[in-house]
């Protein structure tokens, strides 16, 4: 059975500051997803990852995957406090041979304080 | 512009009713999945399809049922609501890939 956990699962920073949100999977899975959640909404896609050693980046966000290790990062550089949400990861999972069905982890609620 | 679209943003039912909660994507896509989102359990799986008439089942798939008639359109079914199913409701497709995955805005249920 895949699971997903991501921590910590509340962090708190100040504005400017770094972190890494941890994103750990429990079998193979070839796909690896990133979410932002805003409060009330939706939602929205930030990041597909498909490879072993995939790096993607948008603005102060920068997710990797390592496959071998089953792990997910999801790097804030110099936070601001528009990014103050909840950030989930999501891995494919295999449910009848479809592609698309998600496992998530229970996500990372964020708050970037001045 | 890609979209899913949830008819009932905000519904309040009563115990024991049936409960109807509909799903349009209009991007053609084979995939089309139901999740309910709980504070402290993330999203989870109720149940998917992957092509007209077809449903399989996800990680709860209890006291719910779904209906796929068309391509575009996805029926998540409370056959008796119950209390423990006041949640939001997510609906999500997705093309053959799997590669991008698409949300609605989300139904929030309360069940009285």
């Known amino acids: 059975e895949l699971k997903v956990e991501q921590n910590p699962l509340f962090l708190s920073m100040q504005e400017g500051k770094n972190y890494t949100i941890y994103c750990n999977y429990s079998?193979?899975?070839?796909?690896l997803y990133w979410y932002r959640q805003d409060p009330g909404k939706s939602l929205e896609s930030l990041f597909v990852?498909?490879?072993?050693?995939a790096v993607k980046q948008e603005g102060r966000l920068m997710a990797s995957l390592d496959t071998k290790a089953r792990l997910s990062t999801l790097h804030i550089t110099a936070a601001v406090h528009d990014l103050s949400a909840t950030y989930f990861c999501?891995?494919?999972?295999?449910?009848?041979?479809?592609?698309?069905?998600?496992?998530f982890g229970k996500g990372t609620k964020l708050s970037v304080k001045p | 512009d890609v979209k899913v679209t949830q008819s009932s943003r905000y519904l309040v039912k009563r115990t024991g009713e049936k409960v109807f909660l509909e799903c349009v994507q209009d991007?053609?896509?084979?995939?089309m999945f139901w999740y309910r989102q709980d504070p402290g359990l993330g999203l989870r799986l109720i149940y998917f399809?992957?092509?007209?008439?077809?449903?399989e089942k996800g990680d709860i798939p209890e006291g719910y049922s779904v209906s796929r008639e068309k391509k575009e359109r996805f029926s998540l079914i409370l056959e008796s609501a119950s209390t423990n199913q006041t949640s939001m409701y997510l609906c999500?497709?997705?093309?053959?890939?799997?590669?991008?995955?698409?949300f609605g805005e989300g139904s929030w249920l309360t069940v009285v």
């Open positions: 999500a497709s997705s093309g053959p890939s799997g590669n991008t995955i698409y």
């Open positions: 079998t193979t899975s070839d796909r």
């Open positions: 990852l498909l490879s072993n050693g």
């Open positions: 999501a891995v494919g999972g295999n449910y009848g041979g479809s592609q698309g069905n998600l496992i």
């Open positions: 991007m053609d896509h084979e995939n």
């Open positions: 399809s992957y092509d007209v008439k077809m449903k």
